[in-house]
């Protein structure tokens, strides 16, 4: 099963183990915005180490934080409740938090639970950090 959540972003470059370091990790904001890639499965199994992810990311008023979702095969209601739970993180900061790359399946999910009312959703990362500065 692969793990969810090989992310990605700018200021946060920390080996499997290395313990946080908090002058590096709360720098200011990159340029463009903070991409977290979703790959596989979310559940209750692995939804912890996307939470942990989040954790590290400083949100601040104006900061764009990007989920790319296009490799997501699996979203649970643990899932959906993190993702839930991003957004109003992002809201109670000031962020700006979009969702990229949703497949059919994973739209239609979002229709039925009603998330496509709340989430930002755009087609691909990089349109997604256009529509973040636009």
Do not use: N
Not at 6 to 25: A, F, I, K, N, V
Not at 79 to 108: F, K, M
């Amino acid at each position: 099963m692969p793990c969810p959540c090989p992310y990605t972003h700018p200021h946060l470059h920390r080996r499997p183990g290395e313990q946080p370091d908090s002058d590096r990790d709360h720098l200011a904001p990159p340029v463009g915005a903070y991409v977290l890639t979703v790959t596989g499965e979310l559940d209750h199994h692995t939804s912890p180490r996307l939470r942990e992810a989040l954790d590290e990311i400083a949100l601040a008023t104006g900061t764009g934080l990007v989920i790319d979702v296009s490799g997501l095969t699996y979203c649970d209601s643990t899932g959906i409740t993190l993702l839930v739970t991003a957004y109003q993180r992002a809201q109670a900061t000031g962020a700006l938090l979009t969702l990229a790359g949703s497949s059919p399946d994973l739209l239609h999910l979002f229709r039925i639970v009603g998330l496509d009312q709340i989430f930002t959703l755009q087609p691909t990362t990089e349109q997604a950090i256009a529509a973040l500065h636009s």
